[in-house]
T-cell receptor, first 117, second 114 residues
Framework: AQKITQTQPGMFVQEKEAVTLDCTYDTSDQSYGLFWYKQPSSGEMIFLIYQGSYDEQNATEGRYSLNFQKARKSANLVISASQLGDSAMYFCAMRELTQGGSEKLVFGKGTKLTVNP | DSGVTQTPKHLITATGQRVTLRCSPRSGDLSVYWYQQSLDQGLQFLIQYYNGEERAKGNILERFSAQQFPDLHSELNLSSLELGDSALYFC?????????????FGPGTRLTVT
């Protein structure tokens, strides 16, 4: 079963507007973490924001905020005041326990965001 | 710039060959993770090392192996290459042995198998 679901293969937004990228997750762990990464066309993966399952407040980092709804198992990324440079692939990821007791990241398929001038 | 370096940036090789990808983590980071990104499989975790020891294994093929050296740089060895191994290979590092902290990704090595 898919652990991380990003239902929007592509999204379009006008410059200076806000946009929400959806992410739902599936886990039976009580303690987990959710991440968002940005991948521009150049290919590198850039860490944006992290939300721990026990964090009481939604995470924010500059123009990025995470709308964390634990009961719904959703961790949507909100980008405010979109800029042309925000055009990229966005990946939601979840920390998952491995069989050996360590942890790994499991990624969704990604959402391609295009910011229009 | 994440502080993680990967070499080479691009690699083109033939089926059946063997290649080595190299990664240097950020200064102070002890954990190194390897990921494979392909169009059909997406981003997949391969393997993790922490301070020289293998810590976790993901979807890594038996033809692939990795190690982390005393200076903490890591190498991913891919052998008996097949066309399907063509992908972008990322190395990431973090300060902790767990994935509780953000991982900083290198620029990736794009492998093309012909």
């Amino acid at each position: 079963a898919q652990k991380i679901t990003q239902t929007q293969p592509g999204m379009f937004v006008q410059e200076k507007e806000a946009v929400t990228l959806d992410c739902t997750y599936d886990t039976s762990d009580q303690s987990y973490g959710l991440f968002w990464y940005k991948q521009p066309s150049s290919g590198e993966m850039i860490f944006l924001i992290y939300q721990g399952s026990y964090d009481e407040q939604n995470a924010t980092e500059g123009r990025y905020s995470l709308n964390f709804q634990k009961a719904r198992k959703s961790a949507n990324l909100v980008i405010s005041a979109s800029q042309l440079g925000d055009s990229a692939m966005y990946f939601c990821a979840m920390r998952e326990l491995t069989q050996g007791g360590s942890e790994k990241l499991v990624f969704g398929k990604g959402t391609k965001l295009t910011v229009n001038p | 710039d994440s502080g993680v370096t990967q070499t080479p940036k691009h690699l083109i090789t033939a089926t059946g060959q063997r290649v080595t990808l190299r990664c240097s983590p950020r200064s102070g980071d002890l954990s190194v993770y390897w990921y494979q990104q392909s169009l059909d499989q997406g981003l997949q975790f391969l393997i993790q090392y922490y301070n020289g020891e293998e810590r976790a294994k993901g979807n890594i093929l038996e033809r692939f192996s990795a190690q982390q050296f005393p200076d903490l740089h890591s190498e991913l060895n891919l052998s008996s290459l097949e066309l399907g191994d063509s992908a972008l290979y990322f190395c990431a590092s973090s300060v902790a042995p767990t994935a509780a902290y953000e991982q900083y990704f290198g620029p990736g090595t794009r492998l093309t198998v012909t």
